[in-house]
């Protein structure tokens, strides 16, 4: 079975840390390494007038960045998946968003 888990964040040395955790409890638990993909860094920029009826030149300008990584885990013992998940639920810290992706294998016959 494969799972995928998305792990989001706007503080980066958060995520670098709760990943570390992860990666460290994978290798006790299954042995192996657990394959971490960096994604694309999402940015949001805002710009707002400071005085809407003197200045239109004077701005100010904000940015949010949201850090994002891909971990892939591909096991077919349901008791150490399980563990897994219910560890990211129990120490996920706050500021932290986690989506989990399951992927089936499906076999279609061609008539």
């Known amino acids: 079975m494969k799972f995928g888990l998305t792990i989001r964040s706007h503080d980066k040395v958060l995520l670098k840390s709760f990943l570390q955790k992860l990666k460290s409890t994978w290798s006790e638990i299954d042995g192996s390494e657990l394959s971490v993909i960096g994604l694309p860094i999402k940015k949001k920029r805002y710009t ?3 005085s809407p009826h003197v200045d239109k030149k004077s701005r100010d ?3 949010i960045r949201k850090h994002s990584y891909y971990c892939q885990i591909q096991n077919e013992n349901e008791k150490q998946i399980q563990y897994i ?3 990211i639920l129990r120490h ?3 500021g932290i968003g986690v989506v989990l992706h399951r992927y089936q294998k499906v076999h279609f ?3």
Request: net charge negative; no cysteine.
């Open 61 to 63: 300008q904000w940015e």
């Open 92 to 94: 996920i810290p706050g």
């Open 109 to 111: 016959e061609m008539k």
């Open 85 to 87: 998940l219910d560890y």
């Open 48 to 50: 707002i007038l400071r």
